[in-house]
């Protein structure tokens, strides 16, 4: 069974839910401002973060800015990671750098013996009421989050 993740910025609480909806006993904020894409990649590093300690990981840094690869440098078990993230927002989810991006970090991990993995999330507004809200993340705000988990960093061209 896949599940989601539900994360409320105002508790910092994150919760674990399968495809049914949760209902919503947090207050709202008045007036709402929506996340600029900077703190989108920054709340995307952000959980990613939190689970890579929760696997086991050492973070050895984070590098938030929007195109820098990779974004994480962890170890674990001895071995060097090299962890590109993407995050989008609904209805879309983080894609695949580049195949010319993709072979920069391939070979910059293997300088350094390092073994590269990607991590694609998707964020939705979970207090959405429509279609076109679903895609509106406002500070303060609770999201259902589809975290990918740790993949290859490869792109197939065929």
Do not use: W
Not at 30 to 37: A, G, I, T, Y
Not at 101 to 115: D, G, L, T, W, Y
Not at 124 to 132: D, W
């Amino acid at each position: 069974m896949e599940f989601l993740y539900f994360y409320s910025s105002q508790k910092s609480t994150l919760y674990y839910i399968t495809s049914i909806a949760i209902k919503s006993y947090f207050c709202s904020m008045s007036k709402k401002q929506e996340l600029s894409p900077e703190e989108i990649v920054e709340f995307g590093l952000r959980h990613t973060y939190g689970k890579l300690v929760k696997e086991g990981f050492e973070i050895l840094s984070v590098m938030p800015e929007v195109n820098m690869d990779p974004q994480i440098l962890a170890i674990k078990e001895d071995q060097l990671y090299f962890i590109v993230i993407r995050t989008d927002v609904y209805p879309n989810v983080g894609d695949l750098p580049s195949i010319s991006r993709i072979s920069q970090v391939n070979e910059h991990a293997k300088k350094h013996n390092a073994i590269t993995k990607f991590v694609s999330l998707g964020i939705l507004n979970a207090n959405a009421k429509t279609e076109e809200e679903k895609s509106k993340l406002y500070k303060g705000g609770e999201f259902y989050i589809n975290y990918s988990g740790l993949k290859e960093l490869v792109r197939v061209v065929g």
